[in-house]
């Protein structure tokens, strides 16, 4: 509450979120979490939806902590456009973002899948090698 006061917003939940373990009780499986979150971080940002009370180098600032700390792509073009339009960057800056977020975010997907099939692929192989080990569930 008291960051809303200050005229901040959540905007994401980065990284690791800690569930709560309750899966013996709603589908017989103890170590399955389900969706009650236990602990995480939120990232608060100003409240960009009115951008006013920002100056272009907030803007800029925000930009680039969006894009390259959290992968916020959609926080970082509206920064950009915002700036666009108060003609603090080159017209079609906007555009040039948003063609290398494609490239960008193709890339970062493919990496992800990988390594979330291969996390998968560690967790079935050790659950068959040792199913008693693995009650731990996947780490």
Known sequence: ???RRQGFVPHCIPGDVKKWVIGDFAVGDPFRPLNQIL??????VRDFV???GMTD???KQLAMIAHYCYGSFDLALRCVRLLEDRHAVDAGSSRRYLQLCKRTVGYK???WWAQYGAARL???LRTR?????SADGPT
């Open 57 to 59: 180098e907030q803007l």
């Open 109 to 111: 997907r493919a990496i």
């Open 50 to 52: 009115h951008p006013d």
């Open 122 to 124: 560690k967790y079935r």
């Open 1 to 3: 509450m008291e960051l």
């Open 39 to 44: 602990e995480t971080d939120i990232v608060y």
């Open 129 to 133: 090698a040792n199913p008693v080990a």
